[in-house]
């Protein structure tokens, strides 16, 4: 069942791979032309984002392939595993690269011998323009799935990060030098806080994270609203993708009621659960309902009926 429509955001993350192409570039043959080191950082983070915009890419891809023997609920937890190792490139290449690089121009920042500073800033403007278009893209989409949302908080890095580069070469050019460095290490921490974040969050749905208490209980009134149904209990639902999300539950009928009967009442039951909470997977299983007051085993058979 789906909380919402699958989009995969493939055609901004292409867009995203070119743009970060040029930029790399660009950033780093200006780096050679200034010195600036703010702007080394910056075509580090976005030789970062070349690699995370291809994991993110072929991910989003393979998500889209139908259920098979292997995968019978589909791929959709690719996506999740793109942006698990997005998340870990931020934290072991870009940031620690970062750190490693900067730190040490902190105690030396006068001996370094700037040049062609305004170069630098029109670059950095223009990555800030330029990097804008595919994140307009991402913001204009009403749904995004894990990769479109894991490129939508890289471009935002990506403009937080030029801010500080801009910060510092304008520091450089004021007479401050300690900018330079500064500003390197203002975009190794926030690369560093948003790979912690990433990873966390798609390391939870990858070990089977439930779509929320409120998701549950509609899905059980929908369920009840069904006449016939006297009771719903063992509900149990997990993401098996970006929007997708896998659910199972028994429902109560009137003992020795025919079984042409119950199938009825599981048919509507089904019908309800997948127009009130969207498309998906739903095991449905039937029993008679028990005297007041007893109580039910948690079976996890998988008989039942499967949306």
């Not at 392939?65 to 995968?71: E, L, P, T, W, Y």
């Not at 966390?200 to 990858?206: A, G, M, P, T, V």
């Not at 006449?227 to 009928?253: C, N």
């Not at 449905?284 to 109580?295: D, F, L, N, R, W």
């Amino acid at each position: 069942m789906s909380q919402g429509g699958h989009q995969d955001g493939i055609g901004p993350l292409k867009l995203a791979l070119g743009v970060y192409g040029l930029v790399f570039a660009v950033k780093l043959a200006v780096y050679f032309a200034t010195g600036v080191m703010a702007l080394l950082a910056e075509a580090l983070h976005t030789l970062g984002d070349i690699l995370v915009s291809g994991f993110l890419l072929v991910a989003a891809v393979w998500s889209r392939k139908a259920a098979d023997d292997v995968h019978m609920f589909g791929y959709g937890r690719a996506q999740n595993a793109g942006a698990l190792v997005a998340a870990t490139l931020f934290l072991s290449f870009t940031s620690y690269k970062l750190y490693e690089e900067a730190i040490p121009r902190l105690f030396w920042a006068e001996q370094t011998a700037y040049r062609n500073l305004w170069l630098a800033v029109w670059v950095i403007i223009g990555s800030m323009v330029v990097t804008a278009v595919p994140l307009v893209g991402l913001l204009r989409r009403e749904k995004r799935g894990a990769s479109a949302r894991a490129q939508l908080m890289e471009l935002i890095n990506d403009e937080l990060g030029l801010l500080a580069a801009l910060v510092g070469t304008l520091g450089i050019m004021w007479g401050t030098p300690l900018a330079d460095p500064i500003a390197a290490i203002a975009v190794a921490t926030l690369i560093a806080f948003n790979g912690i974040r990433l990873f966390q969050e798609n390391l939870c749905f990858l070990i089977g994270r439930s779509p929320g208490p409120e998701f549950v209980a509609r899905v059980e009134r929908l369920a009840r609203s069904v006449p016939g149904v006297l009771g719903v209990h063992a509900l149990r639902a997990e993401y098996i993708g970006p929007d997708t999300v896998h659910a199972g539950l028994h429902v109560e009928v009137e003992p020795g009621l025919p079984i042409e009967k119950a199938e009825r009442i599981v048919g509507e039951v089904r019908t309800r659960v997948h127009e009130g909470a969207g498309p998906g997977y739903c095991v449905i299983q039937v029993e008679a309902a028990k005297p007041e007051g007893a109580v039910f085993g948690e079976t996890e058979s998988p008989a039942g009926s499967r949306m």
